[in-house]
């Protein structure tokens, strides 16, 4: 596989240095968290909800600000949901809400922190809930056989004897409940996304809560796993998609243009958001620029954010397939 020379022709040695401090990084980072520590990796009390917390209906397309305003009211926090949208969406009524603008937002307002992977799992959100902390998710609004539409919630409580989730949504309404099987389907197609917002002083519990997918790399390594795992044992549109993601952001762009096509052969996909951008993205890593441009353009209404807010390459899934064709050409990273 070659990284097309668009993104690193004259730029070699800068590529090869921040690639090689890039993982190194991570590498280090995530040492310390390859278990979860006893307190947060007890064993799960059956049933568990994070306490008070505000419900509110969103504005127009305003569910990822509406959440978040939720998760914060777990703080004493009553943040206007107006504020959070101008600065978390912008004026463009049209345009969603990514999670990589609540880290900034967050801690100049409350002196908080927010955190976003994907790959998340049940099992984590339990953790995460058990430790009072509520994390949001995006999924579908509705099963995608009544509509498609992207979607934030805030998961504020489990039951294991029933098997639900309890959510306040911003649009179905409080503590409503989701099934695991619901909650797990309707999560896959946008790669398991998840977030969570903590106090400073609850960094550490964070990363041990999250384990081994605290490293940014090293989670795009096991989601990549475990999503081609699922798309060939189920052979689904979503698992499809979740693969074609997974392999797009690990550097395996040959695997995720398949992945991506294999998807959309099985079925739609409108509202699938990553898949916009994702699909050409991955083409255009392989030199294949025509291709990149007409896909762009068909897939372009597939989602209601306007292309100037469609995602840049991504730098790590670049730096992750320079680094493994070029490892013959980059310093050990053991040495770091």
Known sequence: MVVRADYDSGMVAPLRLAA???????????????????????????????????????TLNNCGPASVVMALSTFGIDADQ?????????????????PGGVNPWVTSLYDLRSVS???????????????????????WMQDPTVSRIAHWRTVRGYDDDLKVFYVNDPMLGANVPLSYEWF??????????????????????????????????????????????DAYAQDTSAAWFAFGEAAYQDGWFAEAV???????????????????????????????????????ATLANITTTPATVVQSPDGYALFIAFVRTHENDTVALTEY
């Open 82 to 98: 107006e504020e959070a949208r101008l600065a978390l969406r912008g004026p463009d009524v049209r345009r969603g809400m990514g």
């Open 117 to 139: 992977r994907l790959n998340g799992t049940l099992d984590l959100m339990k953790h995460f809930i058990a430790n009072g902390f509520a994390p949001m998710v995006t999924q």
């Open 184 to 229: 797990a389907a309707n999560w896959q197609p946008f790669s398991y996304r998840w977030m969570v917002i903590y106090k400073p002083a609850d960094a550490e519990r964070v990363q041990q809560i999250v384990g081994p997918d605290w490293s940014e790399l090293g989670m795009r390594d096991r989601f990549y796993a475990r999503a081609k795992a």
């Open 258 to 296: 398949a992945a991506f096509e294999r998807g959309m052969q099985l079925g739609s996909a409108t509202g699938v958001f990553t898949v916009r951008s994702s699909y050409p993205l991955a083409l255009r890593a392989l030199g294949r620029q025509t291709e990149a441009n007409a896909a762009a």
């Open 20 to 58: 090689v401090a890039l993982v190194a990084a991570s590498l280090v980072a995530a040492a310390p968290q390859a278990a979860r520590a006893d307190d947060s990796n007890a064993a799960l009390p059956a049933r568990a909800d994070v306490g008070p917390m505000r419900h509110l209906w969103q």
